[in-house]
């Protein structure tokens, strides 16, 4: 069983910056794929990036590409979505996930098998 738990959000003005970390427990942590999603208000959760431990590849979607970054410190058990020049679109709750399959989709909410709590973002005009 893995336990995440998620933290570092905030309110901030638009153009502002916030970095998210996820806190994994698990023995293997470094071949999980790891991500993060968000759920806006009467929407429903979309991907906003991942990280393939087994490659160390990333993804973003493409309304994120370039304003965030995800890492990860292997040693730590976390992960981290450094989230830069931020709209307010980018409000919601993001959640991190992992999946414990290092070949699963990483775009798809089915993929992942465990989800922190959440945490809230805020951003104002």
């Known amino acids: 069983q893995v336990q995440l738990v998620d933290s570092g959000g905030g309110l901030v003005q638009a153009g502002g910056s916030l970095r998210l970390s996820c806190a994994a427990s698990g023995r293997t942590f470094s071949a999980y794929i790891m991500g993060w999603f968000r759920q806006a208000p009467g929407k429903e959760r979309e991907f906003v990036a991942a990280?393939?431990?087994?490659?160390?590849?990333?993804y973003y979607a493409d309304s994120v590409q370039g304003r965030f970054t995800i890492y990860r410190d292997n040693a730590k058990n976390t992960v981290y979505l450094q989230m830069n020049n931020l709209k307010p679109e980018d409000t919601g709750v993001y959640y991190c996930?992992?999946?414990?399959?290092?070949?699963?989709?990483?775009?798809?909410?089915?993929?992942?098998?465990?989800w922190g709590q959440g945490t809230q973002v805020t951003v104002s005009s």
């Open positions: 990280h393939r431990g087994n490659t160390g590849t990333p």
């Open positions: 996930a992992a999946d414990s399959n290092p070949w699963g989709i990483v775009r798809s909410e089915k993929t992942y098998d465990y």
